[in-house]
């Protein structure tokens, strides 16, 4: 019976990662009236909620079990995203941020958690890279097709795609109820003493710690050009329909390359991946800071990026122990939404200041520093002794 968790799980993660919305919600806050700093000090508030939450649902998870915590989870996007298409003012959009940010944190810190645990109780865990590369396709395939269809109803209305995303997740929630809960090791230790135990064990992991901020720059990279794509080809002169099918192609280059992850690090290895990462991403920033190559370049992006997760995902869960899976990882989230605190409004005001390629250009910047920071690091990241029980 648990093992129907896996399919279950792609269909979820199809629905759930219906994400009309993406190639047009900077635009519709823009049509509003917003400049770029003022949406990128907006998206500040929502990564402070991150950063408040993230730890909290971390251990709610660990707690309580992923199951509850996805259909929470899926059920506050549904109603954030109804929220933000009625938005119309500084103070609405911050509310539906909030609830966005409650709803994303609690899915996004239990959806590999569950997979994984998942995997763990039929005893395969072993296969967790492939089949969280399956998922990956599965939400990229999705996130594909709702972009091509979010560009063109965004011609009918900016708002259009945001509603029909929110009837979706919706959706999504319904299926979560269908989930077996995988058997899990729930602490009896108080919230504090959680926390304190889960933040020594990764003290106590070297390994951890450079997962975790590997991890966290491969989404705030992808994250940034995901941002800045639109008001860049906008500026390109393109279209509303041309960015929605460029969006697909972005969005089906990481499907594609996500199952294939897995292949490619049986020859490489996990020590020479962790650095061809980095390597991948700037080579795309800096062809983007020179405005050549830029359909390619986005391209490119989006395959390091689907690359990268499935790959990153496997080196960090196992490496966590059950109990503490849902802390750690929510570290990670705690941990972008800190640097994003700081980087996207800078990154925003330098857009605006300057031009988008000075922005690609300092994430260019930011991609040599992740490179060298592995590179003296990599000697810790030796391969698990053996699966954390």
Same mark, same amino acid.
């Given at each position: 019976?648990?093992? @129907?968790?896996?399919?279950?799980?792609?269909?979820?993660?199809? =629905?759930?990662? %219906?994400?009309?919305?993406?190639?047009?919600?900077?635009?519709?806050?823009?049509?509003?009236?917003?400049?770029?700093?003022? +949406?990128?000090?907006?998206?500040?508030?929502?990564?402070?909620? +991150?950063? &408040?939450?993230? !730890?909290?649902?971390? =251990?709610? $998870?660990?707690?309580?079990?992923?199951?509850?915590?996805?259909?929470?989870?899926?059920?506050?996007?549904?109603?954030?995203?109804?929220?933000?298409?009625?938005?119309?003012? !500084? &103070?609405?959009?911050?509310?539906?941020?909030?609830?966005?940010?409650?709803?994303?944190?609690?899915?996004?810190?239990?959806?590999? &958690?569950?997979?994984?645990?998942?995997?763990?109780?039929?005893?395969?865990?072993?296969?967790?890279?492939?089949?969280?590369?399956?998922?990956?396709?599965?939400?990229?395939?999705? %996130?594909?097709?709702? $972009?091509?269809?979010?560009?063109? %109803?965004? @011609? =009918?209305?900016?708002?259009?795609?945001?509603? *029909?995303?929110?009837?979706?997740?919706? +959706?999504?929630?319904? /299926?979560?109820?269908?989930?077996?809960?995988?058997?899990?090791?729930?602490?009896?230790?108080?919230?504090? #003493?959680?926390?304190?135990?889960?933040?020594?064990?990764?003290?106590?992991?070297? $390994?951890?710690?450079?997962?975790?901020?590997? #991890? %966290?720059? *491969?989404?705030?990279?992808?994250?940034?050009?995901?941002?800045?794509?639109?008001?860049?080809?906008?500026?390109?002169?393109?279209?509303? &329909?041309?960015?929605?099918?460029?969006?697909?192609?972005?969005?089906?280059?990481?499907?594609?390359?996500?199952?294939?992850?897995? *292949?490619?690090?049986?020859? !490489? #290895?996990?020590?020479? +991946?962790?650095?061809?990462?980095?390597?991948?991403?700037?080579?795309?920033?800096?062809?983007? $800071?020179? #405005?050549?190559?830029? /359909?390619?370049?986005?391209?490119?992006?989006?395959?390091?990026?689907?690359?990268?997760?499935?790959?990153?995902?496997?080196?960090?869960?196992?490496?966590?122990?059950t109990e503490k899976r849902g802390t750690v990882i929510s570290f990670q989230t705690a941990l972008l939404a800190a640097v994003q605190l700081f980087f996207e409004p800078a990154l925003g005001y330098t857009s605006d200041r300057f031009t988008l390629k000075t922005s690609f250009f300092i994430l260019s910047c930011a991609c040599v520093i992740l490179f060298l920071f592995t590179l003296s690091n990599r000697s810790s990241l030796k391969h698990p002794s053996?699966?954390?029980?």
């Amino acid at each position: 019976m648990i093992a @129907g968790n896996i399919r279950k799980y792609f269909i979820f993660s199809f =629905i759930y990662n %219906m994400y009309l919305w993406l190639p047009v919600w900077v635009l519709f806050l823009l049509e509003k009236g917003f400049s770029l700093t003022q +949406i990128t000090l907006l998206d500040t508030f929502y990564f402070i909620t +991150i950063f &408040a939450i993230g !730890v909290p649902t971390g =251990i709610f $998870s660990d707690k309580i079990g992923r199951k509850k915590a996805l259909s929470l989870g899926s059920f506050l996007t549904a109603l954030a995203l109804f929220l933000f298409a009625e938005s119309d003012g !500084v &103070a609405s959009v911050m509310c539906s941020f909030f609830v966005w940010a409650c709803g994303l944190t609690l899915s996004g810190v239990s959806g590999t &958690a569950f997979l994984f645990d998942t995997l763990k109780m039929i005893g395969r865990e072993g296969e967790f890279k492939k089949i969280n590369g399956q998922s990956l396709f599965f939400a990229n395939v999705s %996130m594909a097709i709702s $972009s091509l269809l979010g560009g063109f %109803m965004a @011609g =009918i209305s900016l708002k259009l795609p945001i509603l *029909v995303a929110a009837g979706l997740c919706l +959706i999504s929630f319904l /299926i979560t109820l269908s989930f077996t809960e995988p058997l899990s090791f729930p602490t009896k230790e108080s919230y504090m #003493g959680h926390l304190k135990e889960s933040v020594n064990f990764t003290r106590s992991v070297p $390994s951890l710690m450079i997962l975790v901020v590997l #991890g %966290m720059c *491969v989404s705030l990279f992808t994250y940034m050009a995901l941002l800045f794509a639109q008001p860049y080809l906008i500026r390109l002169g393109k279209s509303l &329909a041309f960015i929605g099918i460029m969006y697909f192609f972005f969005n089906l280059a990481t499907a594609l390359s996500a199952p294939l992850a897995h *292949v490619v690090e049986r020859k !490489v #290895g996990e020590r020479k +991946i962790v650095l061809i990462i980095p390597a991948s991403f700037l080579l795309c920033f800096l062809f983007l $800071s020179v #405005g050549r190559l830029v /359909i390619p370049a986005f391209i490119a992006l989006n395959v390091a990026s689907g690359f990268s997760q499935p790959l990153l995902n496997d080196y960090l869960n196992r490496r966590i122990p059950t109990e503490k899976r849902g802390t750690v990882i929510s570290f990670q989230t705690a941990l972008l939404a800190a640097v994003q605190l700081f980087f996207e409004p800078a990154l925003g005001y330098t857009s605006d200041r300057f031009t988008l390629k000075t922005s690609f250009f300092i994430l260019s910047c930011a991609c040599v520093i992740l490179f060298l920071f592995t590179l003296s690091n990599r000697s810790s990241l030796k391969h698990p002794s053996g699966e954390h029980k």
